[in-house]
T-cell receptor, first 113, second 114 residues
Framework: GDSVTQMEGPVTLSEEAFLTINCTYT??????LFWYVQYPGEGLQLLLK?????DKGSNKGFEATYRKETTSFHLEKGSVQVSDSAVYFC????????????FGKGTRLSVIA | DTGVSQDPRHKITKRGQNVTFRCDPI?????LYWYRQTLGQGPEFLTY????????KSRLLSDRFSAERPKGSFSTLEIQRTEQGDSAMYLC????????????FGSGTRLTVV
């Protein structure tokens, strides 16, 4: 079945460091891809999305590019802040929309001042 | 639009008791989803509704679990005869039709079975 694999955490970075969180997927066809963020004690918030190959999703300084050839959707940010500390989830959904969103296991990011 | 609301935020129950959670989706969204999240894991799909019809159920949803969305608006998730393994965060989400929108999640209900 469809699946998402994320790099294992936790990831600990100093403030202003460069962030990459790797995500690869397995799916039939060409799904839509998402990154969600979960702050402590809260639900999931949509961070960014891309719906077709070569699309770049971006939000709040985060970016991810839909790479069909490598089945990847890596999350990047040029300069992280303490407030970015959270758990990040990569997810996919079939473009038919008739199957549910499938999540990776999440990657915990801690940013220290 | 106040987003997706879940009630209660926290529930502590004794093993063997029944519990019920409520979810109020975004009013224009006709799809509603329930997920379960355990510590250190990503959300796992349980079931979803399109309007009042329950269209899919995961095998994670044992016969002790039941979900309803009687008028296509709010939904309830009931767990009967709770077990310690049911302790988790239960997340509700809603979306319009179509895959490209992603889902809007509520803050979740954290269940602890003691």
């Amino acid at each position: 079945g469809d699946s998402v694999t994320q790099m294992e955490g936790p990831v600990t970075l100093s403030e202003e460091a460069f962030l990459t969180i790797n995500c690869t997927y397995t799916a039939t066809g060409y799904p839509s891809l998402f990154w969600y963020v979960q702050y402590p004690g809260e639900g999931l918030q949509l961070l960014l999305k891309a719906t077709k190959a070569d699309d770049k999703g971006s939000n709040k300084g985060f970016e991810a590019t839909y790479r069909k050839e490598t089945t990847s959707f890596h999350l990047e940010k040029g300069s992280v802040q303490v407030s970015d500390s959270a758990v990040y989830f990569c997810a996919l959904i079939k473009n038919s929309g008739n199957t549910p969103l499938v999540f990776g296991k999440g990657t915990r990011l801690s940013v220290i001042a | 639009d106040t987003g997706v609301s879940q009630d209660p935020r926290h529930k502590i129950t004794k093993r063997g008791q029944n519990v019920t959670f409520r979810c109020d989706p975004i009013s224009e969204h006709n799809r509603l989803y329930w997920y379960r999240q355990t510590l250190g894991q990503g959300p796992e799909f349980l079931t979803y509704f399109q309007n009042e019809a329950q269209l899919e159920k995961s095998r994670l949803l044992s016969d002790r679990f039941s979900a309803e969305r009687p008028k296509g608006s709010f939904s309830t998730l009931e767990i009967q005869r709770t077990e310690q393994g049911d302790s988790a965060m239960y997340l509700c989400a809603s979306s319009p039709d179509g895959a490209v929108y992603g889902y809007t999640f509520g803050s979740g209900t954290r269940l602890t079975v003691v």
